[in-house]
Structure formats: structure tokens, C-alpha cells
């Protein structure tokens, strides 16, 4: 065993995807300290800057008064507490829906929708750049999982009309991670609902930062919930928390809660997170100047990234990568960044395609357009 995961590991090492950790030891924010050094930082899915809010930090420490740390139990023994049930009524009402459901992280709450609707064997239809989560549910389904070439609307459809109605699912990020670019919601909604398949958005990187209100991708387009029927969405990234959930109907959120494995077989988040969610999800609809500032940011980024002849995508989203292709040149350009004191992480396979190794560029409402200024300065003199 020992000579094999060495083995594992030289290769790791070779194809340059070695990875290592780094230790913060200040909030998250647009500045912070990584091994002993102050960054500005391009990194994090905080989008909103909420992860170190003064309302959302009280919030917490009330509920740690109130309720201790932990949890306790599984939501369906005891550890469905207050702060709990009523978060998931302010999603509900906040993504206009019927009722909502917490999962204690967006990766179990992906992998207990799958295997909670489909079946083994039955058809599930996928965008290729979908989240790992996603991925990995359909596997635990053992579902009968088909890929679809990247947002590609026609090859949905000639999917969707080869398999009669056998495909029960159509899944979909909002906004796709790794490249910021959103799915064609509304034609993928009209081509399910022809075809009796139910459309699953996963809405991670949309919800907070995306439309008026910040009600996302779904906001963005004007969909509705007939239109996608399940909508799963992140509380780690723009809401500045933890955790994750479901709305939907009643008959969708009731089977969760019976039947998704993820939901029943594990620890409820602690309640003093679910307290900090509910005024995190207030000041993220109250504070509209969070997601102009983004909107702001990204332009500014575009406008000035454009002359410097990096290839980005077709992104207007805070997920702004440059596209550099060779792994061993994408960790480079990350380390001299590094030495201009900016912290953008390189992303290589197998998160992303083969030869399609980044940059990925994050904003955050906490960045300033000074601090845009200093990225394209040091990308400047860096590329
Ligand atoms: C981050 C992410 C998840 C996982 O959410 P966690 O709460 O971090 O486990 C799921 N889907 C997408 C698209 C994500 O970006």
C-alpha cells in the first residue's frame, strides 16, 4: 500500500497537479493573511464579502449563547432547531417557492437530490462542466448518465427526443464554477418541459450575486418555479456561511426529507449558522449596493484584462478566469502573482478540461477598483 500511494503521488507531483494548503490566519476578506503574509486576494466564493460581516458575526455569537456549538443529532432525531426551521422558511419565501429544505453542504445536498428522484438505471442528462457533486450523485444513483457538450441546447435535444421519455432529469449549474459563464436556462426549461423531464439548477454561484434581488440565475431570466422545479443553492459562497438547500413543493421537499440519504444520515449544521444565514440572507437582499459594486468590478476588470491579450470567457459573472492552457505555465503565472503579493489560485485538471488550465479570478463586493487596478498592474508585468 505504501509504494503504491508514493507511486500515486510522484505522478501527482509529475503532471504538475501537486496541491498544497495554505493557512489563513485572518477572515476571509479582499485582504488577508496566508502563512504569515498579507495578500490581496482574487480566491474566495465570498462573493457578497458577508463571511465577516459585524451582523452576520453577531448573529452567530447570539446563537452560540443560545444554543451552544453543536448541533447535536440529525435533523430527524434532534437536531432540527429553531434557527433551522426558520431559515428554511425565509428561503422559501426568498426564492418563492413552497417550502425549503437545509443540507449540511451543497456536495450532500446535490448527491441526496439525485439519488432521492432517479432510480438505478433511469436517464439523467447532464452539462459536461457540471459541478463534481452533480456528477458524483448520478454515479451513487446508478443512474444511466448522459454528458452533453458544454451549454449545447441542440444536443440536449436530440437527447432528450432519442430517449422517447426516458430521461427523468435535466441537471445544470446556474453559473458554472470554473468558468463563470451561465447555462441557457430558458431554452433547457422549455426543452424539459416538452420532453416531461425535470430541470435540477444548481445555483451556487448565482444566488446573492445574479438579478435585482439577488434571487440568481433563475431572477436573471425571469424563470419561475414551474419552469425549474428544483432549485438547489449554497449558503458558503455569496450568503457568507455554511451549508446549503433545496426549495421547491411540498411532494419534492417531503421526499428529501424522507428519502435523501445526505439529509438523513448525518449531523444538522450547527443552529448559530442557520441564525447567521437568516441575517446574511437579509443584508444580502437589503444591501443592493453589493452586487452594483460587482456588476462594477467585473466591467472594470474587462475593460482593462482586454488589451493585455489574455483569453477570458464569456463570463459576466464575479467568476472571471484567464484561460492559459498549459498547467506547468498557469502555476507559474499564479506564483508570480504570488510575489506581487495577489493571491490567484491556478485551477488545473481534473477540475477543469485537459489544456485548459486558469486563472480563476474571483470578486467580492469587499474588493475595491483600486484593488482591480493592482491585479491588472501585476498581471501586466507578470504575463
Ligand atoms: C461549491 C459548489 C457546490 C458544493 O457546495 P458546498 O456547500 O461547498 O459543499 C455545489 N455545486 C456547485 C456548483 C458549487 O460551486
New binding site residues.
Given amino acids: 500500500m505504501h509504494e503504491s500511494l508514493k507511486a500515486n503521488l510522484r505522478e501527482i507531483e509529475q503532471a504538475q497537479r501537486w496541491r498544497r494548503r495554505r493557512i489563513l490566519t485572518s477572515p476571509q476578506g479582499a485582504q488577508i493573511t496566508v502563512d504569515g503574509r498579507p495578500f490581496l486576494s482574487f480566491c474566495s466564493?465570498d462573493y457578497l464579502g458577508l463571511a465577516n460581516h459585524p451582523e452576520v458575526v453577531a448573529a452567530a455569537q447570539e446563537g452560540i449563547a443560545r444554543y451552544g456549538v453543536g448541533s447535536g443529532a440529525a435533523h430527524l432525531v434532534s437536531g432540527h432547531f429553531e434557527p433551522h426551521h426558520a431559515l428554511e422558511e425565509e428561503l422559501a419565501r426568498f426564492t418563492g417557492r413552497k417550502r425549503a429544505v437545509l443540507f449540511s453542504?451543497?456536495?450532500?445536498?446535490?448527491l441526496g437530490i439525485i439519488s432521492a428522484l432517479v432510480r438505478r438505471a433511469e436517464g439523467i442528462l447532464q452539462d459536461r462542466l457540471?459541478?463534481a457533486?452533480?456528477i458524483d450523485g448520478a454515479i451513487l444513483a446508478r443512474a444511466r448518465l448522459r454528458r452533453y457538450r458544454h451549454r449545447d441546447i441542440a444536443q440536449v435535444e436530440r437527447r432528450l427526443a432519442a430517449a422517447g421519455k426516458a430521461i427523468r432529469l435535466v441537471v445544470t449549474?446556474g453559473v458554472f464554477?470554473m468558468d463563470g459563464d451561465m447555462a441557457p436556462l430558458p431554452a433547457l426549461a422549455k426543452l424539459c418541459r416538452e420532453h416531461d423531464a425535470w430541470l435540477i439548477v444548481?445555483d451556487?454561484?448565482g444566488l446573492g450575486v445574479l438579478g435585482e434581488t439577488g434571487r440568481g440565475s433563475l431572477e436573471h431570466f425571469g424563470l419561475s418555479a414551474v419552469d425549474v422545479p428544483v432549485l438547489?443553492g449554497?449558503?458558503?459562497?455569496a450568503f457568507g456561511t455554511?451549508?446549503?438547500f433545496v426549495a421547491g413543493g411540498d411532494d419534492l421537499i417531503e421526499t428529501l426529507i424522507q428519502q435523501a440519504r445526505t439529509y438523513i444520515y448525518t449531523t444538522a449544521v450547527p443552529p448559530a449558522i442557520a441564525l447567521a444565514t437568516v441575517a446574511s440572507l437579509r443584508v444580502a437582499q437589503q444591501e443592493t449596493w453589493r452586487r452594483e459594486r460587482l456588476q462594477e468590478l467585473v466591467r472594470h476588470f474587462r475593460d482593462k484584462v482586454a488589451p493585455l491579450g489574455f483569453a477570458l470567457t464569456d463570463s459576466n459573472t464575479p467568476i472571471q478566469p484567464l484561460i492559459i492552457g498549459d498547467s506547468a505555465q498557469a502555476v507559474a503565472l499564479s506564483a508570480r502573482l504570488e510575489q506581487h503579493d495577489i493571491l490567484v489560485p491556478a485551477i488545473r485538471p481534473p477540475t477543469v478540461p485537459e489544456g485548459s488550465a486558469r486563472l480563476r479570478i474571483t470578486f467580492s463586493a469587499a474588493h475595491e477598483l483600486e484593488h482591480v487596478d493592482r491585479l491588472i498592474d501585476a498581471l501586466g508585468a507578470c504575463a
Fill in positions: 466564493n453542504t451543497g456536495y450532500m445536498a446535490n457540471n459541478h457533486s452533480l449549474d464554477s444548481d451556487a454561484h438547489m449554497t449558503l458558503g459562497k455554511f451549508g446549503a
